[in-house]
């Protein structure tokens, strides 16, 4: 069979030209007479063809086998027990409740998102959190006989999970009882009732900690409101401060900012920026999900085009001064894709001959579980599958089926894709409420056009400032290695 390219050229602002190599992850500066080399127009009797063959050899760079096979085999559920059995288990999310205080106006179970099936208002029995505890740690106990320092991550989620603390606090003695070693627990909260004696019980079993703020009063309040509208902010930053007054110390709380294009980035900045409770934590910036929604209908064009010349400032700015890394904005909203494209080497590909393409994982690498006990591959989809329960436990045949459908509808239309490995959509991107819908075409444009444009930015930068690679590195050592292993 033809051994054929895969992969894409790009340019930097300096004109320099290279060729990231999709097959092998990697990035190779391109001469005339390489790139000449690679699309055929010289012959490979030239120096380049010595260059091709090693890197070939040695990293499986260059060409590879570019089409899916003709009889591509369906997903085996017995392989993918095996694969779940000896990989997966890395987090169990107990959904305690499907009730919230809030009222966003971005939350995927509003109708913005008409698609998505809803939560109902059901909290977690104690029952059902045993049973699924039991299953999970058995499972992890199995695994960790080949791999001992897997850690248990047990996260709880809504809703708005510290509505049911009283439960929580029956799960956390209940698995302390058990005497569980490599324990991390952890928790997405919307911040309102972050009150003293909540605080003291997650800091006291080292609880991982996400708040979810969205910026200053007149940014968090646009979208973070309760039933008639009222805003959220004083309470939820009120509550941060006095936690961060209790235990300035406590490094495991980290701030989730959700924006859209009618956010003040410079406001944003200037927030976080100046106000201690933020120093030195851990944040998560993340978009209002675009798919399947008719949220961004609201925006004109105008919002949008000065979002997008606030971003490009920005990026200015970084090529200009140094780089600020206890600015989280800067750290994370804008480098953040630069970085992940530095550090794919390091972070690695956990490789999934299950699913060709695509970021997807494997369901069973984690479990959602549902307040009556059923699974789910993922929490932020919810309705995606039935996966298992809590009675029979994962249900690999069903897991197989859905594999099946997801590659017939998406990841097998994926082959010939210059960033196929390095896409990283996912089950979330396709679901629209009943089965995985193929995408449109500008939409994979759209993803391969946005990983252009961020390594030609990322290789543009380490031109400018050399020395930005050796800072992504050592930042990843001291803090963000933290961040990455929660499996989040």
Not at 57 to 77: L, S, V
Not at 168 to 183: A, D, F, G, P, W
Request: hydrophobic share 35%; glycine share 6%; with cysteine.
């Amino acid at each position: 069979m033809k051994k054929t390219l895969r992969g894409l050229f790009f340019k930097t602002d300096s004109r320099a030209e290279y060729y990231y190599d999709d097959y092998s992850g990697m990035v190779y500066p391109c001469p005339d007479g390489l790139k000449k080399t690679l699309q055929g127009l010289e012959s490979e009797s030239d120096g380049w063809s010595t260059f091709i063959s090693e890197r070939y050899h040695k990293y499986g760079a260059f060409w590879g086998i570019d089409r899916p096979p003709e009889n591509p085999a369906e997903p085996d559920a017995e392989k993918i027990a095996a694969t779940v059995k000896q990989n997966g288990f890395r987090q169990i999310i107990l959904t305690v409740t499907g009730n919230c205080n809030m009222k966003c106006r971005y939350c995927i179970n509003s109708d913005i998102y008409p698609y998505t099936d809803k939560m109902t208002f059901d909290s977690m029995p104690f029952s059902v959190a045993r049973a699924a505890l039991n299953y999970y740690l058995d499972n992890l106990e199995r695994i960790r006989k080949t791999d001992p320092g897997r850690t248990a991550v047990i996260t709880f989620y809504g809703g708005e999970p510290l509505l049911e603390f009283s439960l929580i606090k029956e799960i956390v003695q209940y698995v302390r009882s058990k005497k569980v070693k490599n324990l991390l627990f952890t928790l997405t909260t919307n911040g309102l009732l972050l009150n003293e004696e909540i605080s003291d019980f997650l800091v006291a079993n080292k609880f991982a900690v996400w708040v979810s703020i969205d910026g200053p009063k007149n940014q968090h309040d646009r979208n973070r409101i309760m039933a008639g509208e009222k805003g959220t902010f004083q309470r939820v930053f009120s509550n941060i401060r006095n936690f961060r007054h209790r235990y300035p110390d406590y490094y495991l709380i980290g701030f989730l900012v959700t924006y859209d294009w009618k956010t003040d980035i410079s406001e944003l900045r200037k927030f976080f920026y100046n106000n201690i409770e933020f120093k030195n934590s851990l944040f998560m910036f993340n978009p209002v999900g675009s798919y399947f929604t008719k949220y961004y209908s609201r925006f004109s064009d105008k919002e949008r085009n000065h979002f997008a010349e606030q971003v490009n400032k920005i990026k200015k700015e970084l090529r200009a001064s140094p780089i600020d890394f206890n600015d989280p904005v800067i750290n994370f909203f804008i480098t953040t894709p630069y970085r992940l494209q530095l550090m794919r080497k390091i972070l690695g590909s956990p490789g999934r001959p299950e699913i060709p393409a695509t970021g997807t994982c494997i369901p069973g690498e984690k479990i959602c579980v549902l307040p009556d006990g059923r699974f789910q591959p993922c929490e932020r989809v919810p309705g995606l599958a039935n996966i298992g329960d809590v009675t029979e436990g994962l249900d690999f045949d069903k897991i197989a089926r859905l594999i099946s459908l997801y590659n017939k509808n998406i990841a097998n239309n994926c082959w010939g894709c210059p960033v196929m490995q390095l896409c990283k959509t996912c089950f979330s991107h396709f679901w629209s409420g009943k089965e995985f819908k193929k995408p449109l075409p500008s939409f994979c444009k759209d993803q391969i056009l946005w990983i252009r444009t961020i390594l030609e930015e990322t290789y543009s930068l380490i031109e400018a400032r050399p020395e930005y690679y050796e800072e992504i590195i050592k930042l990843y050592q001291k803090r963000y290695s933290r961040l990455l292993s929660l499996n989040f």
